[in-house]
């Protein structure tokens, strides 16, 4: 089972065991250890929560279709497994699950669990491992460079290129004046005749256009069409889930009994087990409906639990 159950953590973000509890992930981001100079990638952390102890048939189903057997059949495998789970606790007060964690018995007799950090659920980081970054050696390179500047000076002779400079640009000066002096005996001549000629062009080219306005129409052949916006609505994958009931009138009983108290409650179609599931609300993220079903848990039905899935 515990080959199962670790498969079923790379799919889904709740595996619960009936009569012990459910596994819960939650991805944490890349982290950094600074003093130790190491990336560590985006992962799933396991936990463990020993109040959803019922059967939503994720487990059961798996294990039916992978060892080919009955579901009922499964049920008995986990039931039966369960038990030898609680009896090596009794004994040893240590058991531990396989890539996933260890669960313990403290001096208050309560049941602690610790997580494995050796396989990485989340199958976004497939390939990626910890990455440790060596040792800068910064006085090292400084320390080689400053060696080479020592060995090889590099001089500059700024007095030659200076005088090179001030030839070129007294040449330079000498031109613009030639070319200043002829240039405005040229422009002077033949400024009164270009701007006669200029302002007769201007005055028949305004004539023109006068003309043409006076004479043009204006007209709009059709409406501009409309404009569609589509929104996209928003997925709502994370369910809180009241309870499955095999007789639909006790589901729609529940169903109204919640939506007087103010809930979103919803009904979804039956499942393959038979089954009419009744819902406190679903959300769009993982975060919101695990707060929601905390407080759901703590003041309405301690059995409320978690479904994962694009309804």
Request: hydrophobic share 35%.
């Amino acid at each position: 089972m515990e080959h199962h159950i670790s498969q079923l953590l790379y799919r889904y973000q709740c595996v619960s065991v009936p009569g012990f509890g459910a596994f819960l992930t939650e991805i944490q981001s890349a982290r950094l250890n600074e003093s130790a100079a190491s990336f560590y990638p985006p992962r799933k952390v396991v936990s463990f929560n020993f109040h959803l102890k019922n059967n939503d048939g994720l487990l059961a189903n798996h294990i039916s279709q992978a060892e080919k057997i009955t579901y009922e059949d499964a049920v008995k495998n986990i039931e039966s497994e369960v038990l030898n789970w609680k009896y090596q606790l009794q004994q040893s007060q240590t058991l531990q699950i396989k890539n996933i964690g260890q669960f313990s018995v403290n001096s208050e007799n309560n049941l602690v669990f610790e997580s494995f950090d050796s396989l990485n659920y989340l199958t976004d980081s497939f390939g990626l491992s910890t990455f440790v970054s060596p040792k800068i050696q910064r006085e090292i390179y400084k320390q080689e460079v400053e060696a080479l500047e020592e060995k090889a000076p590099i001089l500059f002779t700024p007095e030659k290129r200076k005088n090179s400079y001030l030839k070129y640009a007294a040449v330079f000066v000498l031109g613009l004046g030639a070319a200043g002096f002829f240039g405005n005996n040229y422009y002077n001549e033949h400024q009164n005749t270009l701007t006669s000629e200029q302002l007769m062009v201007e005055k028949s080219v305004q004539q023109k256009v006068e003309n043409k306005i006076q004479e043009a129409t204006f007209f709009i052949e059709s409406p501009l069409p409309a404009v569609k916006l589509t929104v996209k609505e928003e997925k709502m994958a994370y369910h809180i889930v009241a309870g499955a009931f095999r007789n639909e009138a006790n589901a729609q009983k529940i169903y109204e009994r919640l939506s007087k108290k103010g809930f979103k409650s919803r009904r979804i179609e039956q499942n393959n087990h038979g089954l009419h599931p009744v819902l406190y609300g679903s959300f769009s993220t993982y975060s919101e409906a695990q707060k929601e079903m905390s407080k759901i848990q703590k003041t309405e039905n301690r059995e409320a639990w978690l479904l994962i899935k694009e309804l």
